[in-house]
């Protein structure tokens, strides 16, 4: 911070101003183009959004498409639920603003660290170990089934899939695809446009989901590393307290080790396995990533361009060999 500063300083500054943005222009017209290894492996790099205005910005920075859509800003700050047709008009937003583009929609993760003003969660001693994400929607039909239609309706010719956060359990799956039938007949029974087809996949951000990671495989399309949860969980490490920063690492061998065996076990079950947890985003643990086999990556759209580039720099041998 300069408080005063001179016109030699003034001048010098101006001039690292204009080189910072011809740099940054120059990495994101490259970020339009694909992440591919020195040996030709093309790795799919998406944006996480949190709303519609974040696609063109998404889009600026190269974004492939939308790996996790956040819904909870529908919910939060406001003091009744979305209605469906609301929902409805702002996934179908996003979908256009995308085009042909994938568009990962994430049904709603609240509790923990995000509380819903109009729904009285009750006092919780561990809000992170509670009645969070899933485990929440699954015993509050009257707002899981609302979401559920608007996502399907807005799917309807356009490149969407679903996506659940917090699954734990094969039960919690299971109950999810009940719901989403019951959803899909209530829909096709009014005659309401929908799309019957739509891939549904999980996100991996609970340990036990890790370790049953091959069970689960069997269940969906897709999985996502939320290395966010999971690198708190796994270390017993709350996400938000600086006191444990320390611990609550993703690179740490024991997440990267769930994370290995998440990846193989999507591979060997024949689904695809992307990351959007922060981890994703970050450009020096990106060979390690693709060594470790990910499929896709999403990440908050000022990352793409570093990250596209790193991709860029490395064959899969080496990536292999550093993730090993
Ligand atoms: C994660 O847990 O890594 C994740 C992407 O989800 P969120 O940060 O929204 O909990
Ligand atoms: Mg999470």
């Not at 996949?201 to 990671?213: F, Q, T």
Request: hydrophobic share 45%; proline share 6%; with cysteine.
């Amino acid at each position: 911070l300069w408080l005063h500063p001179g016109e030699a300083e003034l001048v010098n500054l101006r001039d690292q101003q204009t080189q910072w943005q011809r740099a940054q222009e120059k990495a994101r017209l490259e970020s339009k183009q694909p992440a591919v290894t020195l040996d030709s492996r093309a790795i799919e790099v998406a944006a996480n959004i949190g709303g519609p205005l974040d696609v063109p910005v998404a889009l600026e920075f190269g974004a492939e498409g939308v790996g996790l859509f956040r819904t909870e800003f529908l919910f939060l700050d406001r003091e009744t639920a979305p209605s469906e047709e609301e929902q409805y008009q702002a996934y179908r937003q996003v979908a256009d603003g995308l085009g042909d583009l994938p568009l990962i929609i994430r049904t709603l993760d609240v509790g923990g660290d995000k509380p819903l003003p109009y729904l009285d969660l009750g006092h919780e001693e561990n809000p992170f170990l509670g009645w969070r994400g899933i485990r929440f929607c699954l015993g509050h039909p009257e707002i899981f089934k609302p979401q559920l239609r608007a996502i399907l309706r807005a799917g309807d010719g356009r490149n969407v899939k679903i996506m659940f956060p917090m699954i734990g359990t094969i039960d919690e799956i299971r109950m999810v695809k009940d719901i989403l039938v019951e959803v899909k007949n209530v829909l096709a029974k009014g005659r309401i446009p929908f799309d019957d087809d739509m891939p549904v996949g999980i996100m991996i951000e609970v340990p036990s989901a890790a370790a049953i990671a091959d069970i689960l495989a069997a269940e969906v399309d897709f999985f996502s590393i939320g290395t966010n949860d999971l690198t708190q969980y796994t270390m017993a490490a709350d996400r938000g307290n600086s006191n444990v920063a320390g611990l609550a690492q993703a690179l740490s061998p024991a997440v990267l080790r769930l994370v290995s065996q998440t990846v193989n076990a999507g591979h060997d079950a024949g689904i695809w396995v992307g990351m959007c947890g922060e981890l994703a985003g970050n450009e020096v643990a990106t060979p390690l990533l693709v060594g470790l086999g990910l499929d896709e990556l999403s990440m908050s759209a000022p990352s793409i361009p570093a990250v596209k580039e790193a991709i860029r720099n490395v064959t899969m041998a080496e990536a292999r060999q550093l993730a090993e």
